[in-house]
């Protein structure tokens, strides 16, 4: 026999015709799906406004009692005494100490680098990664 189906054909031919079968005859038209909707609506299946929110019945945060006058005269207060932190004050990590900058000249740092990498003082390639488990480098 020159043609013999194969079993993949058979395989192939047999799954599209199982989905194809399995697929729903009509769908429900746009007017069923609408009056299905309005139905579940009217029976209050479907929340709607406020109550369909997320999240909805978190507590509220507390307002303030006090008086604006009586907070701005204790800002004020606090101002004068220095608990408030203004200007480069606030700044987050001002403290931190800086990298020192370079006061040679180019030609002096770049001697310095040389005889440190003749001496054998900076590591090369892939010995110079930290916790680095690839092997050796590649050469």
């Known amino acids: 026999m020159k043609f013999a189906p194969s079993i993949l054909t058979v395989a192939v031919l047999s799954a599209f015709a199982l989905t194809a079968s399995a697929q729903p005859a009509s769908s429900p038209t746009r007017a069923?799906?609408?009056?299905?909707?309005a139905a579940?609506?009217?029976?209050?299946k479907i929340p709607s406004g406020q109550e369909s929110v997320a999240g909805q019945d978190m507590p509220k945060a507390a307002k303030s009692t006090a008086d604006r006058a009586a907070v701005k005269d204790q800002t004020k207060a606090a101002n004068k005494a220095g608990a408030i932190p203004s200007g480069q004050q606030s700044v987050v990590g001002q403290d931190e100490p800086k990298k020192p900058g370079n006061t040679g000249d180019r030609a002096a740092v770049k001697s310095q680098a040389a005889s440190a990498n003749k001496a054998g003082a900076i590591p090369s390639g892939q010995e110079s990664v930290v916790n680095q488990d690839k092997g050796q480098p590649k050469k």
């Open 32 to 37: 069923e799906v609408k009056a299905e909707a």
């Open 40 to 44: 579940a609506n009217k029976a209050g």
